[in-house]
C-alpha cells in the first residue's frame, strides 16, 4: 500500500495526491520511489493525511471485498468477524455495521474494548467463551485459519458464507458456502472508502508509524501488533 504523489498517471494530474495498492507480482513498496500502475491508484483529498491514507488500501481493500463481493453481505445480517481488533477487523466491523448488519466481533480479553468501541454489538473471547455459543450466523470473515476456522464453518446458516484470507477452508462447512481469496487493487472502491474516512463514517486503525531505516526491525518484532503498521518516509 502507498500514498504519495502521482507523476504523469493516466487519469490523474501531475503532482496529484494518490494511494492505492501495488500489484502482488510487484510488491516493492518499502522504498522512496515506486512505480504503479494507474489502474492500482486513486486520488487521495487534500483533508487526508498520507499516514491515513497509506494505512487504507490493503486493510479497508480486504474488508470491502470479502464482505461484499464474496460475502454478498446484506442489511439485517449477521457477521462474525474474527481478529475485531486488528487492522483488518476493524474495518470488517465498520462496514458491516453501516451496511445494518449485526456484528460479533472476536478476539483476546484485552481486545473487549476496542471491539465495541468500532461497533460490535458483540464480543466473544476466544481463549476463555465457547465460541459456539454465537449461535448460527450468515457470514464469517475469518483472518485466523486453523481450528478456529474449522469449529466456525459449523457456525453458518445453509445460505451462509465463510470467507477467509488465510487461505482455503478445511473441512469445508456443511451448510453454506467457503470462499477463499486474495485482495486485489480497485480504484473504484478506494475512492468509496476514502469518502466514508472524510465523512467520519470510517476510521482507521493505525498501530506502529516506523522510518524506512527501521522497517526491516518494526516488521520482524515479534511483539503484537494492536493495528496497522506504517512506513513513513518523512524525517
Known amino acids: ?97 453501516e451496511t445494518g448488519a449485526y456484528v460479533i466481533g472476536t478476539g483476546r480479553a484485552a481486545d473487549h474494548d476496542k471491539v465495541l468501541d468500532f461497533g460490535a454489538q458483540e464480543f466473544l473471547d476466544l481463549e476463555h467463551d465457547t465460541l459456539e455459543s454465537v449461535g448460527d450466523v450468515d457470514l464469517v470473515f475469518d483472518v485466523i485459519g486453523g481450528d478456529v476456522q ?11 458464507t465463510l470467507v477467509s484470507v488465510v487461505g482455503p477452508v478445511e473441512p469445508r462447512p ?3 458456502l467457503a470462499v477463499d481469496f486474495v485482495v486485489e487493487a480497485d480504484r473504484a472502491q478506494l475512492v468509496q472508502i476514502v469518502q466514508r474516512v472524510r465523512d467520519g463514517r470510517l476510521r482507521t486503525n493505525i498501530g506502529t508509524i516506523a522510518t524506512l531505516d527501521d522497517a526491516v526491525a518494526t516488521f520482524n518484532s515479534t511483539k503484537r501488533r494492536n493495528g496497522k503498521t506504517v512506513i513513513s518516509l518523512r524525517q
Not at 474449522?150 to 451462509?160: D, I
Open 150 to 160: 474449522k469449529r466456525s464453518a459449523g457456525l453458518l446458516k445453509a445460505t451462509g
Open 1 to 97: 500500500m502507498v500514498a504519495a504523489l502521482g507523476y504523469g498517471t493516466t487519469g490523474l494530474s501531475v503532482g496529484q495526491r494518490v494511494f492505492g495498492l501495488s500489484d502482488w507480482h510487484r510488491d516493492g513498496t518499502l522504498a522512496e520511489y515506486v512505480t504503479i500502475e494507474a489502474r492500482n491508484l486513486a486520488p487521495l483529498p487534500g483533508d487526508v493525511d498520507f499516514i491515513v491514507g497509506a494505512s487504507l488500501p490493503i486493510s479497508s481493500l480486504t474488508a470491502w471485498q470479502g464482505l461484499f463481493q464474496h460475502g454478498r453481505l446484506q442489511a439485517g445480517q449477521s457477521v462474525l468477524v474474527h481478529g475485531a481488533a486488528g487492522a483488518v477487523g476493524t474495518m470488517v466491523t465498520q462496514l458491516a455495521r
Open 174 to 176: 456443511s451448510n453454506g
